[in-house]
């Protein structure tokens, strides 16, 4: 089992900027692909970005130019930093961390950007 916390999220205005984290606990298998996602209450989880063990990274398009995925194997650790925000960049935005053919998710952390 991997768990998975992310943290980093917050209140900020539009135009500015947030950096989350998020750590993987695991033992044994590496975490392969470890990535972002969001959801805004009433809608379905969407897609941010995500990078695998070896860096190959994906965007989506809604993000592309503004967030940055990072990863540290050696922690396990992914970051995302976000800049220029706009308010609808608001919503939780949670971690996945995929390790052995299992998804891991994390509570989620709130972003908030305000207009």
């Known amino acids: 089992q991997v768990q998975v916390v992310e943290s980093g999220g917050g209140l900020v205005q539009a135009g500015g900027s947030l950096r989350l984290s998020c750590a993987a606990s695991?033992?044994?298998?590496?975490?392969?692909?470890m990535g972002w996602y969001r959801q805004v209450p009433g809608e379905q989880r969407e897609f941010i970005a995500s990078i695998t063990y070896g860096g190959i990274i994906n965007y989506a398009d809604s993000v592309k130019g503004r967030f940055t995925i990072s990863r540290d194997n050696a922690k396990n650790t992914v970051y995302l930093q976000m800049n220029s925000l706009k308010p609808e960049d608001t919503a939780v935005y949670y971690c996945n961390a995929i390790r052995g053919g299992y998804s891991n998710w994390g509570q989620g952390t709130q972003v908030t950007v305000s207009s």
């Open positions: 695991a033992s044994g298998l590496s975490v392969n692909v």
